[in-house]
């Protein structure tokens, strides 16, 4: 149980154009879902909390113009990265908790590649 | 705030050899502490886990303990295998905040 699948896998894009990352909890309800950037050979970056019904929360020095985030269900967060450029090429990561279990990690998809050239 | 340091890398190691990567955190409160495992080009997947303190999480022939005195939650496994190369992250679980903190990661190349 607790599996999360994150689409699409990799994608490539054009300089100017936008993406979406879909986030989706197979098997359980999660009100929140979490998502992270990785630059190759690095750790991963909290970018902001998506919140079910509600708007996302964004951490420091992240543009929420620029990375829109929308949880409109219990078991679905999107992640739309508008006028992408070249540096924003990286690992995009969504995790999810199963609800009430706060101690027992968090279930992670499998991270999309995202290139823009 | 929360942090984790983790034993830099890149860690090699020959197969059978015996695996030690050190993590230790500063935190508030009584966190839950995780090591993920992330395979070349794929997510994080949770690798152990303990919830509180002296609690041995252990899977897949690697262990580590929660040692509240230290601060620390340093991945041991006796005998390491080619399969077990990956990154390996440690993390911690503020059950308030409801979001983790990772180390920087340790990446494993164990050679036959």
């Known amino acids: 149980g607790a599996v999360v699948s994150q689409h699409p896998s990799w994608v490539i894009c054009k300089s100017g154009t936008s993406v979406k990352i879909e986030c989706r909890s197979l098997?359980?309800?999660?009100?929140?879902m979490f998502w992270y950037r990785q630059f190759p050979k690095q750790s991963l970056m909290l970018m902001a909390t998506?919140?079910?019904?509600?708007?996302?929360?964004?951490e420091q020095g992240v543009e929420k113009d620029k990375f829109l985030i929308n949880h409109a269900s219990l078991t679905l967060s999107t992640l739309t990265v508008t006028s992408a450029h070249p540096e924003d090429s990286s690992f995009y990561i969504c995790?999810?908790?199963?609800?009430?279990?706060?101690?027992?990690?968090?279930?992670f998809g499998s991270g999309t590649r995202l290139t823009v050239v | 705030g929360d942090s984790v340091t983790q034993m830099e890398g890149p860690v090699t190691l020959s197969e059978e050899a015996f695996l030690t990567i050190n993590c230790t955190y500063t935190a508030t409160g009584y966190p839950s502490l995780f090591w993920y495992v992330q395979y070349p080009g794929e997510g994080l997947q949770l690798l152990l886990k303990?919830?509180?303190?002296?609690d041995k999480g252990s899977n897949k022939g690697f262990e580590a303990t929660y040692r509240k005195e230290t601060t620390s939650f340093h991945l041991e496994k006796g005998s390491v295998q080619v399969s077990d190369s990956a990154v390996y992250f440690c993390?911690?679980?503020?059950?308030?905040?409801?979001?983790?903190?990772f180390g920087d990661g340790t990446t494993l190349t164990v050679k036959p």
């Open positions: 303990a919830t509180k303190a002296d």
């Open positions: 998506s919140n079910e019904g509600s708007k996302a929360t964004y």
């Open positions: 098997d359980f309800q999660a009100t929140t």
């Open positions: 995790s999810a908790r199963l609800l009430g279990t706060a101690n027992y990690g968090y279930t």
């Open positions: 993390a911690l679980g503020n059950t308030n905040a409801g979001k983790s903190t």
